[in-house]
């Protein structure tokens, strides 16, 4: 089946720019998602890409998409500690009815 | 405008039991799909339903249904629970499910824990 990889931890300083990245394997995949988690929360979307499009911006994040290498990335800028949480990336394709998502990533920020 | 309300937000069962989690889509939403959330297997999809049909399953056992209603509410129920059953159940809802045409970003509710004792 379809599979999206995430890495499981990331520390950062706060001020610092956080850069969470996900591979996913579905060349079909229509739409990419970022969404965060906070403890005992649902999934709060954060932000999404078409993907015929390189690089979306949306006040402190960015998402970067690399098609050919079906490479993702979401760049916080100044990264404050309200942004520790989990992230997840999460993809869809045309026919799918359904989400695939990664294991999320724990963003963690230091003072 | 209302989120996505799911209830009850926490309970606990033993096996064997069974146990029905409902949620309300957000107004106007006619698509209600069901993830579950474990340390181990990550979030799952379980079901998608439209307009009182299921449209799409995952892989999960046939203990694992659910039914929506003419309002878009929907319940999914979990007969012969398991220990492995302890997870977070996570509804969402969208105008005309996930796939379709445009983004059609899903909403997600707040889940609903079951521990399974």
């Known amino acids: 089946g379809e599979d999206v990889e995430q890495s499981l931890f990331l520390s950062v300083r706060e001020g610092d720019s956080s850069v969470i990245n996900c591979t996913y394997t579905?060349?079909?995949?229509?739409?990419l998602y970022w969404y965060k988690q906070e403890p005992g929360a649902g999934l709060q979307l954060l932000t999404y890409i078409f993907s015929n499009m390189d690089m979306k911006q949306d006040q402190r994040l960015t998402v970067l998409l690399n098609k050919k290498d079906k490479h993702l990335s979401l760049r916080i800028a100044d990264t404050q500690t309200g942004d520790s949480a989990i992230y997840f990336c999460?993809?869809?394709?045309?026919?799918?009815?359904?989400?695939?998502f990664g294991s999320g990533t724990q963003l963690t920020v230091l003072p | 405008k209302a989120g996505v309300t799911q209830t009850p937000r926490y309970l606990i069962k033993t096996r064997g039991q069974q146990v029905t989690l409902s949620c309300s889509p957000i107004s106007g939403h006619r698509s209600v799909s069901w993830y579950q959330q474990t340390p181990g297997q990550g979030l799952q999809f379980l079901f998608e339903y439209f307009s009182e049909t299921q449209r799409n399953k995952g892989n999960f056992p046939g203990r694992f249904s659910g039914r929506q209603f003419s309002n878009s509410r929907s319940e999914m129920n979990v007969s012969t629970l398991e220990l492995g059953d302890s997870a977070l159940y996570l509804c969402?809802?969208?105008?005309?499910?996930?796939?379709?045409?445009?983004?059609?970003?899903?909403?997600f509710g707040a889940g609903s824990r079951l521990t399974v004792l």
């Open positions: 969402a809802s969208t105008p005309t499910g996930t796939g379709e045409s445009g983004a059609n970003v899903l909403t």
């Open positions: 999460a993809e869809v394709s045309g026919s799918a009815r359904q989400l695939t």
């Open positions: 579905d060349s079909s995949s229509t739409y």
